[in-house]
């Protein structure tokens, strides 16, 4: 499969993107601890921690592939956005259905 050029360097932007705009929700994280209860609920602490991982990944999912842009599957690698976006909606979808939207469910 040729490599296209175009479609690597739009990728790399979205990824970019999204890294940068997610520091102000990363920045903002940790309050998610303030109601009493929530830091012994795992599912808050999986939320915290796909937020945390969300910029990393999308760096990792913009920068790995023209590291790698040798191998012939290195595309694949774009798919570390995707994972981070799915993960933090998975806990946002967690969170609401087991607890209400509640960062402390007792």
């Known amino acids: 499969m040729p490599h296209k050029k175009g479609l690597r360097i ?25 109601t009493p209860g929530s830091e012994n609920n795992p599912v808050t602490q999986m939320l915290f921690y796909s937020l945390l991982a969300f910029p990393a990944l999308c760096l ?17 690698l774009y ?3 995707g994972l981070a976006v799915g993960l933090f909606f998975a806990s946002i979808v967690l969170l609401q259905i087991q607890c209400d939207g509640s960062f402390s469910c007792l």
Request: net charge positive; no cysteine; proline share 9%.
């Open 60 to 76: 990792m999912g913009g920068i790995l592939p023209w590291v790698l842009k040798r191998h012939p599957q290195s595309i694949w």
């Open 10 to 34: 739009t990728l790399t932007i979205l990824s970019i993107l999204g890294a940068l705009l997610s520091l102000p929700m990363v920045m903002m994280s940790p309050m998610m601890f303030d």
């Open 79 to 81: 798919a570390l956005s």
